[in-house]
């Protein structure tokens, strides 16, 4: 049957166990593996044991601005990071449009400067050895703190 179209569709046949996403080119349908699917989520999100949220008691990713939702993580210095410059600054992500501070070792609570969207404090004059930091904000008549952040300094 020569000059004829055909009328049968072509089924894309897809795996019960794939659960990636489909993408178009042209006329092409392209199915992701599942794995580059959730490497690509979590790339993008922090880890989650290292961001406090007081609304439900659950997680909020850090950057994430949900009304209602309250949450403050340190970004830097990471876990076990090890520091050998005598000067630092410190890195906060949270909700908070006013009034982070941080205290280091347990002693005062210090005040942030903001920039670049983010919460910053400079710290230098520290010893060698290892340190703790906690960042917190206020929320209502209450403060909301970050898990505590161990990590080393070499100076």
């Known amino acids: 049957m020569l000059g004829k179209k055909s009328n049968f569709k072509k089924k894309r046949v897809t795996s019960p166990k794939s659960t990636g996403t489909s993408k178009t080119f042209g006329r092409t349908s392209v199915r992701e593996p599942a794995a580059v699917e959730i490497y690509r989520a979590s790339a993008a999100a922090p880890k989650m044991s290292e961001v406090s949220n007081v609304s439900e008691g659950t ?5 994430t601005n ?4 309250h949450y403050v993580g340190l970004d830097f210095p990471q876990v076990g990071e090890i520091l050998t410059s005598p000067q630092y600054s410190i890195r906060v992500s949270t909700s908070a449009t006013q009034g982070v501070s ?4 347990g002693k005062e609570w210090k005040p942030c400067r903001e920039s670049v969207g983010f919460w910053w404090y400079d710290w230098s004059g520290f010893s060698a050895g290892v340190h703790t930091v906690v960042a917190r904000i206020s929320v209502g008549k209450r403060y909301l703190k970050s898990k505590p952040r161990t990590f080393t300094a070499l100076v």
């Open 102 to 105: 941080i205290s280091i070792d």
């Open 59 to 63: 997680n909020v990713p850090e950057g």
């Open 66 to 69: 949900v009304p209602g939702k």
